[in-house]
């Protein structure tokens, strides 16, 4: 009998600690060799795309396969074993949790020691879980936002600071500001051309990129890339299918793709030593990160017998 969570369930099943911690333990497992997945692939009708990609666990033997387009964004959890669907998880909200998660975790690993400023570029929706998730993991003080439209920045600014009141909020006029003050800098956004020049990086600093996880997507340039030290992904395979900025910085030599790390590297083996000065993680959104919130929003659901929807034929 399969288990359906809506998306209202979700946000009453799991918070952000327990996401990043869940993530943490994610990356371990993949560091195990616990992990097989199929990065993303998408479909186009006639006006839209459905995007698909799939995850499985050793020590749960559920697979996770995570398909979303307009209007649809959804978790199927199948056993491994004995077969069937485990549950069917409505993700509008946990793939953002899952995101901020990872950037979380990326931040507890490679960030600058004591980072104290959490630069913000894009202050939408992703941002808000940005924030969240590395103040779980870095005793941040002051979060610095840049936008490019001034009254959004501003609300961003308003509302954020009401919810987050253990850090000092701010607002800069330019990206140079908003660099030259980070020493954790993210960049979330849609955009199609390069935001993040790199020209005011401090010479210690975490750039995270969120939102460039499609080829036609691009939010980092490749003078910042050029700066990096260390550049590591979520999922390699996934970052040569989908990273716009990473597959052109590598097609213009401008960095090699058996130089880019895997995250797990890191959180199970711990941080490099020395660490390098200049750091890009790359986030391209994993279905292992789906997988790991979504089973435990599963079993959350179960344990607290939360009324939910159960259909036992298909």
Request: hydrophobic share 40%; with cysteine.
């Amino acid at each position: 009998m399969a288990v359906i969570i809506s998306e209202p369930q979700t946000r009453k099943l799991i918070n952000m600690s327990q996401a990043v911690n869940l993530v943490d333990k994610m990356f371990r497992d993949r560091a195990a060799g616990k992990m097989r997945n199929v990065p993303r692939r998408r479909l186009k009708g006639s006006t839209k795309q459905l995007n698909m990609m799939a995850a499985w666990n050793e020590d749960s033997d559920l697979i996770c396969l995570r398909s979303y387009g307009p209007g649809a964004n959804i978790v199927t959890l199948f056993h491994g074993g004995k077969g069937g669907i485990q549950g069917i998880v409505n993700m509008a909200y946990l793939s953002s949790l899952r995101t901020g998660a990872a950037s979380g975790v990326a931040a507890k690993y490679l960030a600058p020691a004591d980072s104290k400023v959490l630069g913000v570029i894009g202050p939408g929706w992703q941002a808000t879980f940005q924030v969240e998730a590395i103040l779980a993991t870095c005793a941040i003080e002051q979060v610095v936002v840049w936008g490019r439209n001034p009254k959004r920045r501003k609300e961003f600014v308003k509302q954020m600071s009401k919810v987050v009141k253990k850090v000092d909020w701010k607002e800069v006029d330019s990206i140079d500001e908003c660099e030259g003050q980070s020493d954790i800098l993210v960049v979330s956004t849609s955009s199609a051309t390069p935001v993040a020049t790199g020209n005011n990086l401090k010479p210690e600093v975490l750039v995270a990129s969120i939102g460039a996880n499609a080829t036609v997507k691009h939010e980092v340039s490749n003078s910042l890339i050029r700066r990096m030290d260390l550049i590591v992904t979520d999922d390699v395979a996934a970052a040569k299918a989908d990273s716009g900025d990473l597959v052109e910085a590598c097609q213009t030599r401008i960095a090699r793709w058996e130089d880019i790390m895997p995250l797990e590297k890191y959180v199970a083996g711990g941080a490099p030593q020395p660490r390098p000065k200049r750091i890009l993680f790359q986030s391209n959104g994993i279905a292992d990160e789906d997988l790991a919130v979504s089973k435990f929003v599963l079993d959350q659901a179960k344990r607290k017998k939360m009324k939910v929807r159960n259909i036992s034929e298909f």
